[in-house]
């Protein structure tokens, strides 16, 4: 386990479904790195409209929506500033949606307590709300913002999402696909005492931070005073009236690494690749250029089949070797391989028309594809051509 925070500068993108939750189980690894200089963005997906109103002035806003949701619209901005001012995207709106789809509001689900003391889902989850929208369109927009933040890294919850709670939940699955999508790697905050944990960041020289954080949700949470005898301690009261302390560090599990992209051109591949891709050339060669020998006298009535395919399928092989792979090496090969071949069958290659044929066709073809120019670069584009357009758009 590693116990040492990020040590050079990163992009790091906190993919939440609240507000306050990126605070409450990730704040001190978030102050911890802007601290250090790293880029740090909290995506949040939701306004938390659905959210308990603890105190009386408060109170009347609760069931209320809209003012829920600018009321949290106001806690999370006080918050980020106090943990640093990371930058803050709300899903479906700039930064975080594909350009050519209009902006979206995802409005809290909602949950209830199950018997077994953790959330599932409400009964009545409004219709356009996180866990109704389809995945497919909240893991486009969780790319779209990997891609205007330019992310290194995706951070988000564990699998059943901390406690349960359904939008937690969707928004592990949405930030894993989207990362995985992406090739960025993911990492899930566990328990630090679970053992699960592949990194630690010891967030007790941040404390003031997160507690000033903390103290900016009082719709949710209620910050227990500054313990004199201890004054790195931190506890809070949450809505249902668990008492939960900050531990001394928090912990996150990585993903599996991302699959690396598949090479598309002899170019990325690795040595090894490149020998096995010149020898299966070259073996393609003699294949062909051994049919090509053999079948080049047959005819169809008085149509030289036998010069024509072999010919054809010279063309398709050196060709499509050129186009595929962007390379002349290979086309050289699979050339050899021909010539070879031929010369080892040439007793068999006759002094007529087709044999003519046979003998100079895969010679020309050959010198054609290798003589014409690349018509542009068809690989994939390379993260920092990967931009959308957005507030975070171009941050170096």
Known sequence: MSEAPVTRPERVLFVRAHPDDETLVSGGTIATLLELGAEVTVLTATRGERGAMLTPELAPLEGDGPRVAAHREGEIAAALAALGSPAHLWLGGPGARPTDLP???????????????????????????????????????????????????????????????????RVHHAARYAA?????????????????????????????????????????LTVDPVDPADPTALSWVMPHGERQVAPAVEAFRHDADPVPPTPQTFAEFTPQGKATAVVVSFVLGLVAGGLGSVTHQQTIGTFPIGAFLPTLVVVGLLAGLRLLSRSRVLVVAAWLGIAIATTFLLQLVLANTAGYVW??????????????????????????DARLSGPAQGRE
Do not use: C, N
Not at 369 to 374: F, G, H, N, S, T
């Open 359 to 384: 003998m100079i066709a895969p010679t020309a073809v050959a010198f054609v594809v290798l003589v014409w120019p690349d018509f542009g670069d068809t690989r994939r584009p390379t993260r920092g």
């Open 180 to 220: 995985k999508a992406e090739e960025v790697p993911f990492s899930m905050i566990v328990d630090p005492d679970s053992g699960l944990a592949d990194l630690t960041v010891d967030v007790a020289p941040v404390r003031a931070r997160v507690r000033a954080a903390l103290e900016q949700y009082r719709s949710q």
């Open 103 to 169: 902006e979206r509001r995802y409005a809290d689900s909602g949950m209830q307590w199950g018997p077994d003391g953790r959330a599932t889902a409400a009964d009545d989850a409004p219709a356009d709300s996180l866990t109704m929208a389809d995945l497919g369109e909240v893991v486009d927009d969780v790319r779209a913002a990997i891609r205007s933040t330019m992310a290194d890294a995706v951070v988000s919850y564990a699998d059943d999402g901390g406690y349960g709670h359904p939008d937690h939940v």
